[in-house]
T-cell receptor, first 113, second 110 residues
């Protein structure tokens, strides 16, 4: 079964420390993976897609097919990074509809001053 | 462009009633998705519509239904409400690359 697992419900780091939000997936084929973020009192929004290989707000995520992981990383956390982060997978893979995402349960990142 | 709008924002119903939620996507977007968000199950996909046709459906009972109109606006309906249907219902407007989410409708079933 296709599944996304985020093992940490809460991750707390100090400002300036590195942060890694873990995401593991279960999927056969070429997955299309995303990170979505929800800041306090804001809507859920796309942070980055693995296919674009971008760095957004200093965050990067590398797809590791061998470990079936798509961890989100940032070398130096900022207080404004505090938010809820969701890893998501498109069950139709690359090129298919992206409108039926499978989400992990999310990790709440708290960056302390 | 205006963002995704959902109405109503809050709703209280009793068991056995039915409810209709509405979503207006971003202008020009033809695909709309619906998700249910609960503390226990997280975000779960309900259905996706594209050009008035249901393109995908999640694993929810038949009490959950939806439709899309020619102007891309979408509605979802839940009949015979159960306590477990209490949730935040999110609508997303899709480009094929990114989903833009609405603020959600908070449904409480008493």
């Amino acid at each position: 079964a296709q599944r996304v697992t985020q093992p940490e419900k809460l991750l707390s780091v100090f400002k300036g420390a590195p942060v890694e939000l873990k995401c593991n997936y279960s999927y056969s084929g070429s997955p299309e993976l995303f990170w979505y973020v929800q800041y306090s009192r804001q809507r859920l929004q796309l942070l980055l897609r693995h296919i674009s290989r971008e760095s957004i707000k200093g965050f990067t995520a590398d797809l590791n097919k061998g470990e079936t992981s798509f961890h989100l990383k940032k070398p130096f956390a900022q207080e404004e990074d505090s938010a809820m982060y969701y890893c998501a997978l498109s069950p139709e893979g690359y090129g298919g509809s992206q409108g039926n995402l499978i989400f992990g349960k999310g990790t709440k990142l708290s960056v302390k001053p | 462009k205006a963002g995704v709008t959902q109405t109503p924002r809050y709703l209280i119903k009793t068991r056995g009633q039915q409810v209709t939620l509405s979503c207006s996507p971003i202008s020009g977007h033809r695909s709309v998705s619906w998700y249910q968000q609960t503390p226990g199950q997280g975000l779960q996909f309900l259905f996706e519509y594209f050009s008035e046709t249901q393109r995908n459906k999640g694993n929810f009972p038949g009490r959950f239904s939806g439709r899309q109109f020619s102007n891309s606006r979408s509605e979802m309906n839940v009949s015979t409400l159960e306590l477990g249907d209490s949730a935040l219902y999110l609508c997303a407007s899709n480009t094929g690359v990114e989903q833009f989410f609405g603020p959600g409708t908070r449904l409480t079933v008493l």
